[in-house]
Structures are given as structure tokens and as C-alpha cells.
């Protein structure tokens, strides 16, 4: 045969090269068997050593269980571990659970060290018992130790330990006896390889230069039939076989472009997992549900991937029922929720299950928003519908004929009938802020103009209130670019608020202070205060303190407050100790020399 060039380093003739693979490959299969029968035995003897340590170490914690749950002399304990290791030929060791060496067989339990960061020590506290192979500090030399809780003193934990010494010489052997048996196999092999090549060498000369074309990639390629039989046959299956690989690899090749397309491009994370539990695919989406990377989450454990129980569950129970599994799982580390659905499918050499994620976190979001907020405003409407219906059954019932009493439920009904109608309006001027449909008219304004404005609106409810009002802002501040009637409303709101939670002859101050390109207005009380875990929720619709549950206020002062404030590029912020006042502020930005008049 011609030397192509590409192989170098193999021998001319397919004599040698036959001989040389037969060889080869015989090396390499006694070589697997050798190994695995190595590793078969090694295991095996492991086993028996495991078994016996244990048995060993449940006997000696059995036999000095009375000793230590009474708290017998430790060298009297010493002397008989010592007695144990001679008799057992095992290195003994007594540890309590909190990994301090009681009496060891080997070394002087005063200078060993704490025990409880040893594996097999860690798992027999927790589990019970414990197994480990690991080079022994004190004696240099590779052990195997079983650590077994004992039974009838749970403190303490009896280990027993062998050495791997005579077990890695035996294997040392065995693989001794596997190379001279592999060397003996490969002369024979290539002894047949030399003698089949030189049966065969001729008839396949004239095969080669179509098979070389489909050695190349080109499936397209036939194969001249030679003389003989049996090769005919072999020529005349390979162009058989050669159509239809053409054929299948362009059908397969449409239909993973297709399927790929489809799978990265779905918004929900789909992972196609086998009856192993290893991931084959996942895509994008699901990639970025569980934080991991498509590339390498494939041929990973689901588990690894997933890291959630209940989404491991969820495909074990559709794996093994072969049935369609729904959960919705709360991803606590993420603080989101995933719909995940787990099936089996069919179609593939094992049993493979299809999980499919959903991200429902801001699905949940709402309905926990609905439902908060339809039980708020039934809550806001329940109390005047309820007390406007309470006066009119009286009136009905012969209280109309009392001119004075008539005229107080009137004036009552009026006022809840007031209360209801501001609710409404300001549920709408809420909904309107929160969806960005309310047009703000900004203009620069002098904040002394705007905020005195404000301000001297509620000057009659503080001085009725008792309470001493004042304002804090300095000469010279830079115009703001605000809607007036929007700012001068959270200053009200927030003013109004400090005047219900503030004692008579407290008081309320309105202040402002220039920062970097924004302006900041504080409104600070020496009210009541509030506490502490009530202030993250402050800003929510609806949401009152305690103290505040039986005023005529709607709970949505704040909420239209924060929303105004934001749509004016600004930010909205309470500081509070209960019993020492509240202090809220919020920025507004300076205004610009080309400041837009409206948006």
C-alpha cells in the first residue's frame, strides 16, 4: 500500500498495520478488563474491611459502653482499647461527639487532635456511622476507618482502622499478572492479524480508491465491486449503505436546525432530561431561570443544574410514574416563583422527561396586588356605606319625626357621603399617576413661592390642632421645575399627616436645602413617631398605623405622594423613631435653561 503521508508513523504494509491494531487493540481490552477487574477486586476487599471494622467497632463500642457511660479512669479505658487494637489487629480509637479523642490503640490520646473535622467522625455523629479512606496523620500510612456511634453511650463514637498496606501490595500483583498476560495476548494477536492481512491484502488494493473518496466525506461515492464474493456483497451494502447516510444526514441536519430554532427560541425554559437524570439540552431560557449556563448545564446532573428539591422531585415523580407532574416552586434564592411541569416522553433509546419552566413571579405579584387591594377599598367603603345605612334605617324607623335628630344624621350622611366621593377621587388620581397618564404642567418655580404657598393653606387646622408651624427655607434658592398644583398636593398630604399624629403643643416645620442639582423638602413633626417595622409599608395604598385605623383618613395620601414625587424624576423618603417625631423628605430637580414646559 501507498503511504498517503497523513499517518507517518504506522508501518507501510497492511500486513504490519493489521498486526500492529490487532495488538493494539488486544492491549487495550485486557487493559480495560485488567483495570476494572482491579478496581472490582480492590473494591471488593474494601467492602469486606468496611464490613469487618464495623462489626469490630460495634462489638468494642458494645464492650465499653458501661466504662464510659459511667465515667471510668481514661487509663483504665486506654488499656483496654490498647488490649482491642492487639486483639483485632486494627488501630482502635474512642472520640466523643464533640471530636475529642477519648483512647486510641496507636498514640497518646492527649496529643491527637480534634477529631470532629474527619469525615467518617462528622457523618457517624449525624448518621450514625461513617466510612473514609484517607493517610493517617500520627502513623503515615493509608487507612480505612469505619466510625460507628456507639449504641449504648450515643456521646461517644468507637472507630476502628486498618491498614490499605497488604491490600495495595495484592493489587500491586494482580496488575502485574494482567501486563504479562496482555503481552502474551498481543504476540498472538498480531501472529493472526499478519496471517488474515496477507489473505485479504490483494482484494481490497483495488477497493481502495473509492473507499479513500468516502473516507473523505463524500457519501456520494460507489464502490466498484471486486472479483470476490464476500467483498461484492460488502461493496454492494457500503453504496447501500452510503445512499441512505446521505439521505438521513441532510433530513436529520433540516430537522436539528429546525428543533434548535424552536428550542432557543421559546420565552419558557425547557430542559430535556434523560432517564439518568442528565440534562441532554436546555435552553436559553431555562438557563437563565436557574442562573446557570446552557453549555455547560448539558451532560450535567439535573440536580446539579436545577438546585431545588422540589423541582428534582417534581421530574422523579414524572420519570418514575411516567405521568405529566404541575407544581409552582418558590425559588427562595432568586425570590421568584417558576410553574414547572415535568413529562415523560417518548421517541428516544431510554426513557427521557421534558421540564418545562415558566417564570409566574409577577403573575403572583398581581394577584397578590388585586387581592390586597380589593380588601383595602372594601375595608375604605365598608365603614360610611355601613354607618350611611345604620342613620337611614333609623330615620326610617320614626327618627325623622325629631327635627334635631334628623338634622345631625343628615349632617352625618353628608359627611361619610364627602368621605366616599374623596376616596373615589382619590382612587382615579391614583390609578392615573401609577399608569403615567397624568399630564404634569412643569414651570420654573421659586421654591420659597411654592412651598410657603402650600404651606399657609393648613396654617388654620395647625393653629386649631394647637400645634406651632413654621417654615425653614433659605433666600436665593434656584428656581424648580415642577407642576405646582402636584407639589403643592404632597405637601399637603404630608403636612396633613404630621397635624393628625402630632400632640397639642407640638410642632410641624416645613424646611428645604439645595444638593447637587436637586432640591430637597423636609416636612418634620414631634409627633408620635412611628415604628420601625411599620415604615417599609408606609408608602402602600391604603396602608395605615395602628393608631391611625379609626381616623377619617383614606390611607392613600402617601401612596399619591411617592407617585407625584417619582414622576418628577425624584425620590421620597421617611426617618422615624417612635416617640421622637417623623422627618419626610422628598427632591424636586432645579430647573434647567431649557427646561421643557410641559410633558
Do not use: C
Not at 472520640?95 to 496507636?106: H, K, P, T, Y
Request: aromatic share 4%; hydrophobic share 45%; glycine share 6%.
Amino acid at each position: 500500500m501507498t503511504d498517503n503521508g497523513d499517518h507517518r508513523w504506522l508501518p507501510s504494509s497492511l500486513r504490519s498495520q493489521i498486526a500492529l491494531a490487532l495488538a493494539a487493540v488486544t492491549l487495550l481490552i485486557i487493559a480495560g478488563l485488567g483495570i476494572t477487574f482491579d478496581r472490582t477486586v480492590r473494591s471488593s476487599n474494601f467492602n469486606e474491611i468496611e464490613t469487618r471494622l464495623a462489626a469490630e467497632a460495634r462489638l468494642i463500642g458494645r464492650a465499653l459502653a458501661p466504662d464510659l457511660d459511667t465515667g471510668a479512669d481514661p487509663a483504665a479505658i486506654q488499656a483496654r482499647v490498647r488490649d482491642f487494637g492487639r486483639d483485632t489487629n486494627a488501630r482502635i480509637t474512642i472520640i466523643r461527639s464533640d471530636g475529642v479523642v477519648v483512647a486510641d490503640s496507636e498514640a497518646d490520646p492527649s496529643e491527637m487532635d480534634n477529631h470532629l473535622d474527619r469525615p467518617e467522625i462528622a457523618e457517624a455523629v449525624r448518621d450514625g456511622n461513617g466510612v473514609a479512606h484517607r493517610r493517617s496523620g500520627t502513623l503515615d500510612d493509608e487507612f480505612v476507618y469505619v466510625a460507628i456511634r456507639i449504641e449504648d453511650a450515643p456521646e461517644y463514637i468507637a472507630e476502628a482502622a486498618m491498614s490499605m498496606q497488604h491490600i495495595n501490595a495484592a493489587n500491586a500483583d494482580l496488575r502485574r499478572r494482567i501486563a504479562v498476560a496482555a503481552v502474551i495476548a498481543a504476540l498472538l494477536a498480531s501472529l493472526a492479524g499478519t496471517y488474515l492481512a496477507r489473505r485479504i491484502s490483494r482484494s481490497l488494493a483495488d477497493l481502495e480508491a473509492s473507499v479513500s473518496r468516502v473516507a473523505d466525506g463524500d457519501l456520494t461515492a460507489a464502490v466498484e465491486p471486486p472479483g470476490a464474493r464476500e467483498l461484492a456483497s460488502l461493496a454492494h451494502a457500503f453504496n447501500r449503505m452510503t445512499d441512505r447516510l446521505d439521505e438521513s444526514f441532510a433530513e436529520n441536519d433540516r430537522a436539528r436546525m429546525r428543533w434548535a430554532s424552536a428550542f432557543a427560541s421559546l420565552n419558557d425554559g425547557l430542559i430535556l432530561v434523560n432517564s439518568r437524570e442528565i440534562v441532554t439540552a436546555i435552553n436559553p431560557a431555562a438557563a437563565r431561570l436557574l442562573d446557570t449556563d446552557s453549555e455547560w448545564a448539558t451532560d450535567k446532573s439535573f440536580a446539579v443544574v436545577a438546585r431545588d428539591h422540589e423541582l428534582i422531585g417534581l421530574l422523579r415523580e414524572a420519570l418514575n410514574r411516567q405521568e405529566t407532574r404541575r407544581s409552582v416552586i418558590a425559588f427562595t434564592r432568586g425570590e421568584y416563583a417558576i410553574e414547572a411541569t415535568a413529562a415523560p416522553m417518548a421517541g428516544f433509546n431510554e426513557p427521557h422527561a421534558i421540564v418545562s419552566l415558566r417564570d409566574v413571579t409577577e403573575l403572583r405579584r398581581l394577584e397578590s396586588v388585586r387581592r390586597e387591594f380589593v380588601a383595602n377599598v372594601s375595608h375604605e367603603l365598608r365603614t360610611p356605606i355601613a354607618s350611611i345605612k345604620a342613620m337611614v334605617e333609623t330615620l326610617e324607623a320614626g327618627a325623622s319625626e325629631d327635627p334635631e335628630l334628623t338634622a345631625d344624621f343628615l349632617r352625618r350622611m353628608v359627611g361619610e357621603s364627602d368621605r366616599l366621593a374623596a376616596l373615589v377621587d382619590e382612587l382615579l388620581d391614583l390609578g392615573r399617576l401609577e399608569s403615567g397618564r397624568v399630564t404634569l404642567h412643569l414651570e420654573p418655580i421659586e421654591p420659597a413661592d411654592l412651598l410657603e404657598r402650600a404651606a399657609e393653606r393648613l396654617r388654620p387646622q395647625t393653629e386649631r390642632a394647637s400645634l406651632r408651624y413654621a417654615t425653614e427655607i433659605p433666600a436665593g434658592l434656584p428656581p424648580v421645575l415642577v407642576d405646582r398644583g402636584r407639589i403643592e398636593q404632597v405637601v399637603l398630604n404630608l403636612v396633613h399627616n404630621a397635624i393628625k399624629f402630632t400632640p397639642p403643643g407640638g410642632s410641624i416645620v416645613v424646611s428645604a436645602e439645595p444638593r447637587v442639582n436637586e432640591l430637597v423638602v423636609t416636612v418634620a413633626d414631634t409627633g408620635a413617631g412611628i415604628a420601625p417595622e411599620e415604615m417599609p409599608r408606609l408608602f402602600e395604598r391604603f396602608y395605615k398605623v395602628d393608631r391611625s385605623r379609626s381616623s377619617h383618613g383614606t390611607g392613600l395620601g402617601l401612596a399619591i405622594a411617592k407617585h407625584i414625587v417619582q414622576a418628577h424624576d425624584g425620590s421620597i423618603r421617611v426617618e422615624s423613631e417612635p416617640g421622637a417625631g417623623s422627618r419626610f423628605s422628598f427632591t424636586l430637580p432645579f430647573a434647567g435653561e431649557s427646561a421643557p414646559e410641559s410633558r
